[in-house]
């Protein structure tokens, strides 16, 4: 039998087994401590060494434990530790809890991303679109600007936890008005620091985004095996319509425009156009840029139906951004999209709004291994060959190969060549994946806005 020691040698060293197995060093680390490896490691090690079951540590022909040993090594607390983060497959990450300490069964089991932004967390812990998920945050500096109400995109945050390599930096900006933990407490939002946020993004972009838990009980008591059953137990983002828990309950209207120092925050109020705003979790700078571009805007709960859209006689439509899959949305943002499209009133979609447009142009839509996330994200247009720096946050895309003829694939990922946007070539529709806004980001695709403006006047113009 091949000793822990043999084996990590043979996958090439500690970094290399991490990475071929799918997880950090610190699970590698604890091998050696347990001198033995978890069975679900098993089939990429014998892949890789050419090994048998029989060569592993605790294979099937190796002496059972006794009752003493059994326990897994990693059930232990270790000294400074009182948080963990628990993922789908098993895999235990002791780190430091911050925030709302969690209920002893820990935080709502979530999708765990990651983004890379560098600014921004305070933007992205409150963008409705990640809603059902916990965010790896992969720069060091978390908590720097510390929180304030201006940087809300919405009241309350939509995320179920946030990872972070560091502790959280105290705030040194100006702007601060609250400290970061005492904001997360405030909204009872769990945090664990002191995780190697590298190699989980590493597993993450390998392996796909798991399920996870994350676990900062008041007591100091874990129930890993709890824990563990209800990070697998959890069925994910595919077919959840999350949409519906972060959208509106009822219409208003939204004339706040961007933020311009010295002044702050402006006020539309000569707008030239009325646009309908659908909320599939709209953020607030999203409606700003709306405002700012010359437009009333009347925002609509995500279940609005084509007759209620229609009943405010909008110039245009906007399909806002959102969480969960799109194909579970659509069973009614749909039927009502297309409605809109009968009556040949102009539509601009992002995000999820973009989504949605591709499936009522009769496209498909797809689980992306590891969705875009971040404020760095290339992106090409395919009209002027020109490329965007943008800012994204999704998990799902429109497949090209599914769009009709009469649908134009207009932008592609310079990541993964992707879907980015698309337009109607007989309606006046299109649509874009990123957030043109860029809050959090660069403001590369403010012109979409601008676009969507040019598009209602040549619309009414042509009436």
């Known amino acids: 039998m091949a000793s822990v020691e043999d084996i990590i040698r043979q996958l090439g060293g500690p970094e290399s087994a991490a990475q071929r197995c799918g997880i950090g060093t610190e699970a590698v680390r604890k091998w050696r401590q347990a001198r033995a490896i978890p069975a679900r490691h098993w089939p990429a090690i014998l892949a890789t060494t050419g090994l048998s079951l029989a060569d592993l540590p605790g294979g099937p022909e190796a002496p059972a434990p006794s009752p003493e040993t059994a326990m897994p090594a990693d059930s232990t607390v270790p000294e400074g530790a009182n948080a963990c983060l628990v993922l789908g497959d098993g895999t235990l990450l002791w780190g430091r809890g911050f925030g709302a300490p969690t209920p002893p069964e820990g935080s709502a089991p979530a999708e765990v991303c990651f983004n890379t932004g560098m600014t921004g967390y305070q933007e992205t ?11 790896t945050f992969t720069f060091p500096h978390i908590g720097n600007v510390g929180t304030n109400h201006e940087d809300l995109e919405a009241l309350t945050p939509a995320a179920r936890g946030l990872i972070v390599k560091q502790d959280i930096t105290e705030p040194a900006s100006w702007r601060a008005e609250r400290h970061l933990d005492d904001w997360l407490r405030g909204h009872g939002l769990p945090g664990i620091a002191g ?7 590493i597993r993450i972009r390998d392996g796909g985004a798991p399920n996870g838990v994350i676990a900062y009980p008041a007591d100091g008591r874990f129930d890993i095996a709890a824990l563990r059953a209800r990070a697998a137990a959890w069925g994910g983002l595919e077919g959840l319509d999350l949409a519906a828990e972060v959208s509106c309950r009822q219409a208003y209207s939204w004339d706040e425009a961007c933020w311009a120092w010295p002044d702050g925050f ?14 599939y979790g709209a953020k607030r700078n999203i409606l700003r840029c709306l405002a700012s571009a010359g437009l009333a805007v009347t925002v609509l709960p995500a279940t609005a139906t084509a007759e209620d859209i229609l009943a405010q006689r909008p110039d245009g439509v906007f399909l806002s951004n959102g969480p969960g899959d799109p194909a579970a949305t659509g069973i009614y943002a749909v ?45 090409k247009d395919l009209a002027t060959g020109k490329v965007e720096i943008t800012s994204q946050n999704h998990g799902f895309a429109v497949d090209p190969a599914s769009l009709p003829a009469n649908v134009r694939v207009t932008h592609i990922s310079l990541f993964d060549g992707s879907n980015e946007g698309l337009m109607a070539t007989d309606r006046p529709a299109f649509s874009v994946q990123y957030h043109p806004e860029a809050s959090p980001g660069p403001s590369d ?17 042509g009436a």
């Not at 990640?130 to 965010?135: D, P, R, S, V």
């Not at 539309?268 to 156009?273: F, V």
């Open 195 to 201: 995780i190697d946020t590298r190699a989980l993004t």
């Open 125 to 135: 812990l409150t963008d409705p679109s990640y809603a059902g998920q916990i965010i």
């Open 445 to 461: 695709s403010h012109y979409l806005f601008d676009r969507f403006v040019a598009l209602i006047e040549a619309h009414k113009g």
């Open 266 to 279: 402006a006020r539309q109020t000569a707008p030239k156009h009325k646009v309908v705003a659908i909320d």
């Open 335 to 379: 039927p009502a999209i297309a409605g809109v499209l009968a009556a040949g009133v102009p539509i601009f979609g992002i995000c999820l709004g973009h989504q949605l447009l591709g499936l009522a142009l009769g496209g498909r839509t797809y689980k992306l291994a590891r969705g875009h996330r971040g404020a760095n994200q290339p992106v």
